[in-house]
């Protein structure tokens, strides 16, 4: 592996062969590990999301694997939220990059996973929000809970009783919370 003194790239992810499992904190690798029912929870709501964006030519959704290259003060913090939405109009072209994204995705979601620390998941929102973050979805399914984070400070907390909103982001987006955890 590399040497704990030695800072990282985000490009030097890329070429990492496990690289994808990992985000970049002030060029330090930090693993990034799921559970099954994390990332099982990931890949169901990117999966609602992505035929929410086909069918109405709204944006892109990316997995956990998508590196986000997005804080101007933090040039070797790279971070991969468990699934992402840019919205359409964003990338120039419509051209998705083929590495890492340099702007902030519309929605951030990160899907509380068993070795995740209250801390770090507050750290992420807080980087996610200043980079310029529209949305974040932060997913536990211990709870069976969502938490609707925005810039301006309000915090929802959604239950299997509530329906998820894409909110300005995605408008028209719902989802049942129960749906995520079924």
Known sequence: MHEPTQLLEPDDLLRM???????????????KPMGAESDR????????????????????????QTGYRCFPDRPRLLRKPDASVVV??????????????????D??????????????????????????VKLVWVVNPSTKTVLVRRPNK??????????????????????PVAELFA
């Open 17 to 31: 062969p496990d690289g994808d499992s990992y985000e970049l904190v002030d060029g330090h690798p930090v693993e």
């Open 41 to 64: 929870i990931a890949v169901r709501l990117g999966g609602k999301l992505d035929l929410f964006c086909t069918q109405r030519v709204a944006g892109y959704v990316f997995g956990s």
């Open 88 to 105: 359409r109009g964003r990338f120039v072209n419509e051209e998705v990059p083929k590495g890492d994204i340099s702007i902030p995705p």
């Open 107 to 132: 929605l951030a979601i990160e899907v509380v996973s068993p070795n995740d620390f209250y801390e770090e998941i507050e750290e992420k929102i807080s980087e996610y929000l200043g980079a310029g």
């Open 154 to 175: 309000t915090c929802t907390a959604l239950d299997a009783n509530d329906a998820l909103s894409g909110e300005d982001v995605l408008p028209g987006f719902s989802l």
